[in-house]
Structures are given as C-alpha cells and as structure tokens.
C-alpha cells in the first residue's frame, strides 16, 4: 500500500539557515509527488510538483527513486516560509495520499 | 472566481446531532474531494467523486455520506456526529486528468472548523 512518511513534526531554523523537509514514500508504481504548504489561517495549496522540476520560492525538491524520497529544500530560509507543509504521493487515478505534515518556524 | 468555497466556516455539535457541509466549486472542475486534518495526523481523504452524481470511499468514511448532485457541489453528511468527527474538514477540487494521465492540482477550501461535544 502507498505511504508517506514525514518523520519531523516540527523543524525549527533561524533566518537564513538552510532548510530540509523530509519526506519518504512507499509505492509499487512510478510515483509522482507533490509538496503543499499552509501558511498560518489559510488554505492548503500547491507549491511544487516533482515532474516540473520548477523552484517555487526558493524551494526546490528532487524525486531520488533510490532512496524513495522527495525532500523539500530551500539554501536560505525566509521569516515568511513559516508554515505546515505536507508532502503528498498520488495514490490513485485522482487521489492523493498526504503525510503528516512538518511545521517549518523560521526565528529571525 | 470564488475558486472553492465551504459552508459554514465553524460548528459545534452535541453527540448524536446531524449536519451536512456544503463545499462549492466554480472552476467546473470534475473531481471533489473531503479530507478531515487532525493534529499529527495530516490530512485523510474521507470521500471523493469523480463526477456529477458518483461517489466512492476513501481512506476514513465510517460515520459519513456524501452526494454530488450538482456538478459544482459536493456535500458532507454526518448522521449521527460523535466526539472522534471533531477535526477541520477541507474540501478541494481537480480537473480530470488528460488522456495521458497527467498530474492535476488540487484546489482546497478554506476548512471547516467542527466540534464535536
């Protein structure tokens, strides 16, 4: 059965530092994934997607099918990257599977 | 566009009281979806629908019932609401993936907050 594992629940940085979402999956097929974030009082929404190898904010992720992860980057962390962010897998013709989520707090 | 909007925004409920949420999309999207969030949980998909007048089961749908009469509208029923229903509710919506199978996004609603006494 499909997975998503995001083993930190909180990951605390200072502003400037270099940040590192985790995220691991389990899947029989070729994956496809996704990273959302919800900033503090909003909705969810998209901020990057493996297959178009796109730099959101500063934000980069890169599938690595070896070690069956996808995890979040960004080089310098910003006060406003403070937020929950979910890694999702496709699970199904229209379905996703989300982790848990990691809280991300950027002090300055 | 109002994009994907939900009603009502909070709500407390006594145990064994009924309600229904409403989710609204106007971007004539095919797909809904519900999700509940729980703190260390994520986000679990309850029910979804692939179109006007279908449904299925997603992960946790003991407790609710959906229905999609309307193309733009998806609605989330509980019955019989217990203490464990308590939790944000999101709903969110996605085009059909093409016929090659491409990846859409999922567009979310601004949650509905419930309680359950």
């Known amino acids: 059965a499909q997975r998503v594992t995001q083993p930190e629940k909180l990951l605390s940085v200072f502003k400037g530092a270099p940040v590192e979402l985790k995220c691991n999956y389990s899947y029989s097929g070729s994956p496809e994934l996704f990273w959302y974030v919800q900033y503090s009082r909003q909705r969810l929404q998209l901020l990057l997607r493996?297959?178009s190898r796109e730099s959101i904010k500063g934000f980069t992720a890169d599938l690595n099918k070896g070690e069956t992860s996808f995890h979040l980057k960004k080089p310098f962390a910003q006060e406003e990257d403070s937020a929950m962010y979910y890694c999702?897998?496709?699970?199904?013709?229209?379905?996703?599977?989300f982790g848990k989520g990691t809280m991300l707090l950027v002090s300055p | 566009n109002a994009g994907v909007t939900q009603t009502p925004k909070f709500r407390v409920l006594k145990t064994g009281q009924s309600m229904t949420l409403l989710c609204a999309q106007d971007?004539?999207?095919?797909?809904m979806y519900w999700y509940r969030q729980d703190p260390g949980m994520g986000l679990r998909l309850i029910h979804y629908?692939?179109?006007?007048?279908?449904?299925a089961k997603g992960e946790v749908p003991d407790g609710y019932n959906v229905s999609r009469l309307k193309k733009q509208n998806f609605l989330l029923g509980l019955e019989s609401a217990a203490p464990s229903q308590t939790s944000v509710y999101f709903c969110a919506s996605s085009s059909s993936p093409g016929l090659a199978g491409e990846v859409v996004t999922q567009y979310f609603g601004p949650g509905t907050r419930l309680t359950v006494l």
């Open positions: 971007m004539n999207h095919e797909y």
């Open positions: 629908s692939v179109g006007e007048g279908t449904t």
């Open positions: 999702a897998l496709r699970s199904g013709y229209s379905t996703l599977t």
């Open positions: 493996h297959i």
